[in-house]
Nanobody, 119 residues
Framework: VQLQASGGGLVQAGGSLRLSCAAS????????MGWYRQAPGKQRELVAS???????NYAGSVKGRFTISRDNAKNTMYLQMNNLEPEDTGVYYC??????????????WGQGTQVTVSS
């Protein structure tokens, strides 16, 4: 399975972006998925995650501004980002946890998409 992230760009503070992460291939199941970001000079951090059943979890800094969702029929995860702040600038990566048809569990990272928020 491969993950393809898209939707990043340059936006002014207060603006919105919607990121997408599409999974190719046909695993037995797609379990939890999540969005991470890495700002220059900082470690990668979890932004939001969603379980296979749809339960969500958010970093405190984005709670109330970002919404994670998934469309299981399309094997795609989304991150709606509203009221963006310059501190949200970074490369956003998607991660997925999968179970193969041989019941092996593994995770995969997407290639990252740049989000830049200007003040």
């Amino acid at each position: 399975v491969q993950l393809q992230a898209s939707g990043g760009g340059l936006v002014q503070a207060g603006g919105s972006l919607r990121l997408s992460c599409a999974a190719s291939g046909r695993p037995f199941s797609i379990n939890a998925m999540g969005w991470y970001r890495q700002a220059p000079g900082k470690q990668r951090e979890l932004v939001a995650s969603i379980t296979g059943g749809g339960s969500t979890n958010y970093a405190g800094s984005v709670k109330g501004r970002f919404t994670i969702s998934r469309d299981n029929a399309k094997n795609t995860m989304y991150l709606q980002m509203n009221n963006l702040e310059p501190e949200d600038t970074g490369v956003y990566y998607c991660n997925g946890q999968f179970t193969s048809w041989s019941r092996r569990q593994y995770d995969t990272w997407g290639q990252g998409t740049q989000v830049t928020v200007s003040s």
